[in-house]
């Protein structure tokens, strides 16, 4: 197995909203915001090579929405999945699985494109499954109206038109053992229903996608929960129970958002689950 880290793109988000009630002089210590109180988010991907299987890791937001979408995200920088995949040997057509952890759109996003003559929307990954779970699945399709600015039906119907779309198995507990893809998942309620987090096993190392489980470091201490969680006190309780597991276990927790940040060990300390180290993912994937 081997494992690449896949930029697809930067972007801003206020940083208020990605603290929820966390005073600012307290969030800005690690996350700090520009004159219009937004902060650094990357799109940090992961690709698995395993085998015959080439396992993508969440898409970032695409390249398909309008300039006024992509305004309200300041994006920033010269990343793209395509020209990281390059990098790294690989083309979009050689992708046989997309994982993604929700369907929000900033993980989502890069999974459908404008189809030849921009009529309509095709799956940009066409030799791939889109794999998502029943439970989220509804969630997304259905959404709450809270939600319903994060599920963009353009980015997920497509993948069901297509008939790529697959499902996981739902645990039994919070973590699904033995996933179709290889890796165990961890499942989380409290940002969106049913978020998967995978649990990659690597050189007698845990490797865990964090998606919006800890956007970045700065969201370590547990009353740090973003605004944008449906249910923050759940994702309090989740995040609590994960990172005491990252710390009992040593697990290296590969963060999605954190734009300076890329890969961390924890430990625990007298304030509870705080940083260990950082890594840069050359340090472990090579």
Not at 190 to 204: A, C, L, V
Request: with cysteine; hydrophobic share 35%.
């Amino acid at each position: 197995m081997k494992l690449y880290p896949i930029n697809a793109g930067n972007f801003k988000l206020d940083g208020g909203a990605m603290f929820g009630v966390v005073p600012k002089t307290l969030w800005t210590r690690t996350n700090p915001s520009d004159n219009n109180n937004m902060i650094d988010i990357a799109a940090r991907c992961l690709l698995i090579e395993d085998s015959d299987r080439l396992i993508l890791i969440d898409t970032g937001m695409g390249n398909k929405q309008s300039d006024k979408f992509f305004g309200y995200y300041h994006l920033w920088g010269n990343n793209s999945i395509d020209n990281s995949l390059k990098t790294h040997g690989f083309h979009r057509d050689d992708i046989t699985d997309v994982f993604m952890t929700h369907l929000h759109f900033d993980h989502c996003g890069g999974s459908i494109q404008w189809n030849a003559d921009r009529t309509g929307y095709e799956t940009a990954f066409k030799n791939a499954h889109f794999w998502s779970n029943k439970n989220h699945w509804e969630w997304a399709t259905k959404p709450n109206k809270r939600e319903k600015a994060s599920f963009l039906k353009e980015n997920i119907l497509p993948m069901e038109d297509s008939g790529q779309l697959k499902f996981t198995n739902l645990p039994q507990k919070d973590i699904l053992k033995n996933s179709p893809l290889g890796f165990d998942i961890f499942f989380a309620n409290g940002h969106t229903d049913k978020q998967m987090i995978p649990m990659i096993q690597y050189k007698g190392k845990t490797i865990c996608f964090m998606a919006d489980l800890l956007p970045t470091v700065g969201h370590l201490p547990l009353p740090f929960v973003m605004g944008y969680d449906t249910r923050p006190l759940l994702s309090l309780d989740e995040k609590e129970r994960f990172l005491n597991l990252a710390a009992d276990h040593n697990y290296y927790l590969f963060l999605e958002h954190d734009a300076h940040n890329e890969i961390i060990t924890v430990q625990h300390t007298e304030k509870g689950v705080r940083l260990k180290d950082t890594f840069k993912t050359n340090d472990i994937f090579n």
